[in-house]
Nanobody, 123 residues
Framework: QVVLVESGGGLVQAGGSLRLSCKHSGRSFSRYAMGWFRRAPEKEREFVAAITLDGGSTYYKDSVKGRFTISRDNAENTIYLQMNNLRPEDTAVYYC????????????????WGQGTQVTVSS
């Protein structure tokens, strides 16, 4: 059973930065593409960013391109999401996921999910 634990969320003013982390408990971490998703209040969960198993390619939701950076450290079984120039509309619970991939034209999360970490951006 894989366990994912997110951390790094918090309250920040618009224009500020946060760095989220997601620690993977299993031995299979380096075999999976990983992703970040988020769920804003009263909205469905949406794709934010994905990274291939070797970290060689990254993909982003259009609205976060140029502001967010996803990365991974396979030696530490951890992925990160550096979020800069945060906006109030980035407010959401952020989740990491194993086995993130594109399915029927959309990025989707397969496999395990973490418990989420709250990010709140004040204006």
């Amino acid at each position: 059973q894989v366990v994912l634990v997110e951390s790094g969320g918090g309250l920040v003013q618009a224009g500020g930065s946060l760095r989220l982390s997601c620690k993977h408990s299993g031995r299979s971490f380096s075999r999976y593409a990983m992703g970040w998703f988020r769920r804003a209040p009263e909205k469905e969960r949406e794709f934010v960013a994905a990274i291939t198993l070797d970290g060689g390619s990254t993909y982003y939701k259009d609205s976060v391109k140029g502001r967010f950076t996803i990365s991974r450290d396979n030696a530490e079984n951890t992925i990160y999401l550096q979020m800069n120039n945060l906006r109030p509309e980035d407010t959401a619970v952020y989740y990491c996921n194993t086995g993130t991939r594109k399915y029927e034209g959309e990025w989707k999360g397969f496999g395990s999910w973490g418990q989420g970490t709250q990010v709140t951006v004040s204006s």
